[in-house]
């Protein structure tokens, strides 16, 4: 075969080839399709998933400190400051009272939104309180169900997630329910 025809040959193949992936015609081209999350999608989920265990596993540990009136040192895992100052006041002040919390099984934590931009968070979750406050002679001061959504900011550190500051958006005296 000449030179002329193998190099003719050579490009009636590149151009049979380059017609079958669809040419220049950006809509005829195949997509390409992913299998598995790019880094940036694994990293938000990573995250939002250790942000939901860690506003879950604090509920937990919140409602068991104030039961127990237990040491609240443990908070250090879970909060930073200003939330951690605002914990520990809460807490001292339930200790002088000499009041207690009892815990009610219809109180509940639910995460509903978790926002991530970079080292930053933000956890909305709405919270039914149906704990019931008693004085240290064992009379209710307060048997109100509470539902209140909170949000709750988070910023990450070198041990993991960390809360910084929780405000309330909404509370409503008298309802068990979280809306949707």
Same mark, same amino acid.
């Given at each position: 075969m000449s030179r002329s025809r193998q190099l003719s040959a050579y490009l009636t193949v590149f151009?049979?080839?380059?017609?079958?992936?669809?040419?220049?015609?950006?809509?005829?081209?195949?997509?390409?399709?992913?299998?598995?999350?790019?880094?940036t999608q694994s990293q938000q989920q990573e995250d939002e998933q250790a942000l939901r265990h860690l506003a879950e596993d604090w509920y937990e540990t919140y409602s068991e400190?104030?039961?127990?009136?237990?040491?609240?040192?443990?908070?250090?895992e879970f909060l930073m400051d200003p939330y951690l100052a605002q914990f520990q006041a809460q807490l001292e002040d339930l200790r002088e009272s000499? !009041?207690?919390?009892?815990?009610?099984?219809q109180s509940r934590q639910i995460?509903?939104?978790?926002?991530?931009?970079?080292?930053?968070a933000v956890v909305?979750?709405?919270?039914?309180?149906?704990?019931?406050?008693?004085?240290?002679?064992?009379?209710?001061? !307060?048997?109100?169900?509470?539902?209140?959504r909170l949000e709750?900011?988070?910023?990450?550190?070198?041990?993991?997630?960390?809360?910084?500051?929780?405000?309330?958006?909404?509370?409503?005296?008298?309802e068990s329910e979280c809306d949707a």
């Open positions: 151009c049979l080839a380059f017609a079958a992936c669809g040419g220049d015609d950006e809509d005829a081209r195949p997509q390409p399709t992913t299998t598995s999350p790019s880094t400190i104030f039961q127990s009136q237990g040491d609240g040192a443990v908070a250090v000499g !009041n207690e919390t009892v815990r009610n099984n995460v509903e939104q978790i926002t991530v931009d970079g080292d930053r909305t979750e709405c919270v039914v309180n149906a704990n019931v406050l008693k004085s240290s002679d064992g009379q209710v001061i !307060n048997d109100e169900v509470t539902v209140r709750t900011r988070a910023v990450r550190t070198e041990e993991g997630w960390r809360f910084t500051e929780r405000s309330v958006l909404q509370e409503l005296e008298g």
